[in-house]
């Protein structure tokens, strides 16, 4: 696609639109939330989607309005049980295809 048709398509259509979804675990969520934030500086709106409990540690971590408008921050469940190790990447993995497409829309 030729710039300028992408600037043809950008003008009707808004800016484009990434849906981001880290693998919860170490190391994943903090790459890909640096590079949605550069995606965001060059004109697209990205939806970040974490487990519920890998979402409330990012929300705690985060200094307040280090984000931004252009990226939004939603959770879904990963499938276990408050309590459960989520460390155990055998079981997570097991649950996360049980429950996550069902909420994820």
Do not use: W
């Amino acid at each position: 696609m030729s710039v300028g048709t992408y600037r043809k398509l950008k003008t009707k259509m808004g800016p484009p639109h990434i849906l981001v979804i880290p693998f919860p675990a170490q190391g994943h969520v903090i790459p890909l939330l640096e590079l949605s934030l550069c995606l965001v500086r060059h004109g697209f709106r990205v939806t970040f989607v974490n487990t519920d409990h890998t979402h409330n540690r990012v929300i705690n971590a985060l200094p307040e309005n280090s984000i931004g408008d252009g990226i939004r921050l939603v959770s879904i469940p990963d499938g276990m049980e408050a309590g459960e190790d989520r460390n155990d990447i055998g079981k997570l993995c097991a649950a996360m295809p049980k429950v996550m497409p069902g909420t994820l829309e």
